[in-house]
């Protein structure tokens, strides 16, 4: 049979490099700000784009979606041609697809920075953004389906496996969660609420890292390093049983993030069943990896590469070990609300995607410049500065979660709290600063990284259109040998991309709809009230400035929080919330039953200065928004979309709802006015106090 000559397209997978590399860049350097923030809190710099409420999302987004998110695709578009010996189906997607995709990168961060944001983390980005990236996504879809079906190789090795349900997972986890009712070009409503939007949110939060940042990263590691090891993978069955059982367990997992929340028993005890079943195909799929370098461990030691691919598969089992054991109820009473969450994102953030773009990088770039390596003593120094870098981060969050926890729980011998919340945060701010040293230590080498591999591109001669030759797919596709039961689907794409989202669909249909359907699941309390336009408009100023990084609004049912916070919360009471603000993290205290503990004086200073009121606080000062007036023109939209989304308000009451928000208004400046402060009452301040005041205060409480 002749040989069909073609090229491939490796001016694509530059591109990605490149955009993988500079996204990265800016993200780090967000976290790291974000992490001095907490150190330093005069680098919020009293301006609304630079506080740590607006950055850390900016954070998050710029390393999971831009440098994760090029990196994924840059790999994928390097593998896949050659794994399907054919170039990519149109190049003409492919640019679609790059320049698509960094325009939703720049155009996101631009929205967070300008406090644009859903207020639901991983999904922060507005609904315009959201469809966006639905049609990228489809289009990067139709690309590597189209560079399927023309391949000249009848076998679809697992990488491939690993693609295909990455996209269809992606796809079915965006869509469900971002489904939003418009309020304005950048505004929105959460279609689901309370409950069922945490139910939602972390069902596509945790799920967004098993196939956003684990599944294509997976296919990677399955490619690149054989590839690097030169050796073939450990074992080809192993591969197999653990994309079909990590996909189906996988994304049953998310509510392990809502353990002792008002979310249903049933299905908190169902996240953590699936969460733990959830060791032996993580666990199978490192293991894999390692194997593959059995015999070749005297290169190890000498070859960057494969040190950074060693440490990123290590991190890669030590999160999915740890991470099933944070879903044990006895575990995640200590670790919940804490940095031990943050540690263990990072491990998997730093060491699994991050060590294993660099590794891909530094083995791939040479290749298409037909060069060598710049420096490899540079590579190797590197690994180390990237090494040292994740030691210092994460081992001082473990240590501040473990105080924290401690601390938070700590009773005297007469049954009173031993800790104000602000001596636990005066207690870790030094480990947060050790944070940020673990921070430039792991900069420190990705700008080295950048400066080996720009001189190695610069000595070498790029290669857009790499020849190849291969021989054209036969319309029958023979198996030579004993055929076994997985030879049938490796041969069709189109079947294995639809079994893979049945597989991915069967937890999520069953988790979520019980939660919508069985009313029994979300019991309603009488007294819990619709928020007046005041309160809504006072909401969405605390969701735009990123008060939910920090704050929790969810008590849960401990000795502890409820001496401190309260009466712990009820699912009912959460039932007007579009989207829900439970929170994951509490760097700040609790806010659930906030209304009326402190008078609206309060609320004023600690928002114009909060060393006033909590002398030593780390929290960013607010000037702007005693500067800024509410904008009433949205009240009445405000009003008829949560009608329409099911909240209560009486038939038009949208046309009066402003002279009810100006009364609130005046109530609110006219108690500030007999402390002497004196503000507008159109100012948004007022509107950020009367929802303060309002949290926590529908329902009776001891």
């Known amino acids: 049979?002749?040989?069909?000559?073609?090229?491939?397209?490796?001016?694509?997978?530059?591109?990605?490099?490149?955009?993988?590399?500079?996204?990265?860049?800016?993200?780090?350097?967000?976290?790291?700000?974000?992490?001095?923030?907490?150190?330093?809190?005069?680098?919020?710099?009293?301006?609304?784009?630079?506080?740590?409420?607006?950055?850390?999302?900016?954070?998050?987004?710029?390393?999971?979606?831009?440098?994760?998110?090029?990196?994924?695709?840059?790999?994928?578009?390097?593998?896949?041609?050659?794994?399907?010996?054919?170039?990519?189906?149109?190049?003409?997607?492919?640019?679609?697809?790059?320049?698509?995709?960094?325009?939703?990168?720049?155009?996101?961060?631009?929205?967070?920075?300008?406090?644009?944001?859903?207020?639901?983390?991983?999904?922060?980005?507005?609904?315009?953004?959201?469809?966006?990236?639905?049609?990228?996504?489809?289009?990067?879809?139709?690309?590597?389906?189209?560079?399927?079906?023309?391949?000249?190789?009848?076998?679809?090795?697992?990488?491939?496996?690993?693609?295909?349900?990455?996209?269809?997972?992606?796809?079915?986890?965006?869509?469900?969660?971002?489904?939003?009712?418009?309020?304005?070009?950048?505004?929105?409503?959460?279609?689901?609420?309370?409950?069922?939007?945490?139910?939602?949110?972390?069902?596509?939060?945790?799920?967004?890292?098993?196939?956003?940042?684990?599944?294509?990263?997976?296919?990677?590691?399955?490619?690149?390093?054989?590839?690097?090891?030169?050796?073939?993978?450990?074992?080809?069955?192993?591969?197999?049983?653990?994309?079909?059982?990590?996909?189906?367990?996988?994304?049953?997992?998310?509510?392990?993030?809502?353990?002792?929340?008002?979310?249903?028993?049933?299905?908190?005890?169902?996240?953590?069943?699936?969460?733990?079943?959830?060791?032996?195909?993580?666990?199978?799929?490192?293991?894999?990896?390692?194997?593959?370098?059995?015999?070749?461990?005297?290169?190890?030691?000498?070859d960057a590469i494969l040190k950074f691919f060693v440490v990123a598969l290590t991190c890669y089992g030590m999160s999915t070990f740890e991470g099933p054991m944070l879903s044990l109820k006895n575990v995640n009473a200590i670790s919940h609300y804490t940095d031990w969450t943050i540690a263990h994102v990072h491990v998997g953030a730093l060491g699994w995607n991050g060590f294993l773009t660099f590794g891909i990088l530094y083995w791939m770039l040479p290749r298409i410049f037909n060069t060598e390596l710049y420096n490899r003593k540079w590579a190797n120094t590197h690994f180390w500065l990237g090494t040292l870098g994740i030691i210092f981060y994460v081992i001082p969050m473990y240590w501040a979660a473990f105080t924290q926890s401690m601390m938070w729980k700590e009773f005297t011998a007469e049954g009173q709290l031993k800790y104000q919340f602000l001596e636990t945060v005066h207690t870790v701010v030094p480990m947060y600063a050790l944070r940020a040293v673990g921070g430039v230590f792991y900069l420190s080498g990705v700008i080295l990284m950048i400066v080996n591999l720009a001189k190695t591109i610069s000595r070498g001669t790029f290669v857009a259109d790499e020849a190849a030759e291969a021989a054209p797919l036969p319309k029958v596709i023979e198996v030579h040998g004993k055929a076994h039961w997985h030879n049938w689907i490796e041969r069709r794409p189109i079947q294995l991309a639809v079994f893979s989202l049945i597989v991915v669909a069967i937890g999520g249909l069953l988790e979520l709809v019980p939660t919508f359907l069985v009313r029994s699941n979300i019991p309603t309390i009488s007294s819990v009230k619709p928020y007046t336009p005041l309160e809504l408009h006072g909401r969405d100023i605390y969701i735009r400035e990123g008060c939910y990084t920090c704050h929790s609004q969810m008590i849960r049912p401990f000795r502890d929080e409820v001496a401190r916070y309260g009466e712990y919360s009820k699912a009912g009471e959460f039932v007007y919330d579009h989207p829900f603000q439970w929170g994951s993290k509490r760097t700040g205290p609790d806010l659930a039953r906030i209304g009326g503990k402190y008078p609206d004086s309060w609320h004023y200073n600690h928002m114009l200065d909060p060393t006033s009121m909590s002398p030593g606080s780390i929290m960013p000062r607010y000037p702007w928004l005693f500067e800024d007036r509410l904008d009433k023109t949205k009240t009445p939209a405000m009003i008829t979309v949560m009608r329409k989304l099911g909240v209560p308000y009486a038939a038009g009451y949208e046309n009066q709802a402003n002279a009810d928000l100006e009364k609130q208004a005046n109530e609110i400046a006219g108690s500030l006015e007999k402390e002497k402060l004196h503000v507008g009452k159109d100012r948004e301040i007022v509107a950020l106090i009367a929802y303060l005041q309002r949290m926590g205060k529908d329902i009776k409480t001891k």
């Open 1 to 302: 049979m002749s040989l069909e000559k073609f090229a491939y397209d490796n001016r694509t997978v530059k591109w990605f490099a490149y955009a993988s590399i500079g996204w990265g860049l800016i993200g780090m350097l967000a976290g790291l700000w974000a992490a001095l923030a907490l150190v330093l809190p005069g680098i919020n710099l009293d301006f609304a784009p630079t506080t740590f409420g607006r950055i850390r999302p900016v954070h998050t987004n710029a390393v999971i979606f831009a440098f994760v998110g090029n990196g994924i695709f840059m790999g994928v578009y390097y593998s896949l041609q050659r794994l399907c010996k054919a170039r990519m189906y149109s190049d003409l997607l492919s640019k679609i697809h790059f320049w698509g995709w960094q325009a939703i990168i720049a155009c996101g961060a631009l929205s967070l920075f300008m406090g644009y944001t859903t207020g639901k983390e991983y999904a922060e980005l507005e609904w315009p953004l959201d469809i966006a990236i639905t049609l990228i996504w489809v289009v990067f879809g139709a690309n590597m389906l189209g560079t399927i079906l023309k391949r000249r190789e009848a076998h679809l090795y697992v990488a491939i496996w690993f693609y295909i349900g990455t996209w269809v997972a992606i796809a079915m986890l965006h869509i469900i969660n971002s489904f939003e009712l418009p309020l304005s070009f950048m505004k929105s409503y959460s279609w689901y609420a309370g409950v069922q939007d945490a139910l939602v949110q972390w069902w596509y939060g945790h799920n967004a890292v098993a196939f956003f940042l684990t599944t294509p990263y997976l296919g990677l590691m399955y490619y690149f390093v054989p590839k690097a090891a030169n050796r073939p993978v450990y074992s080809y069955r192993w591969s197999i049983i653990h994309f079909w059982a990590l996909i189906f367990i996988y994304i049953w997992a998310g509510p392990h993030h809502l353990l002792y929340t008002a979310l249903p028993e049933w299905a908190q005890s169902l996240g953590t069943v699936f969460s733990i079943m959830l060791i032996a195909p993580s666990w199978g799929g490192m293991l894999n990896g390692l194997l593959t370098l059995r015999g070749a461990w005297d290169k190890v030691r000498e």
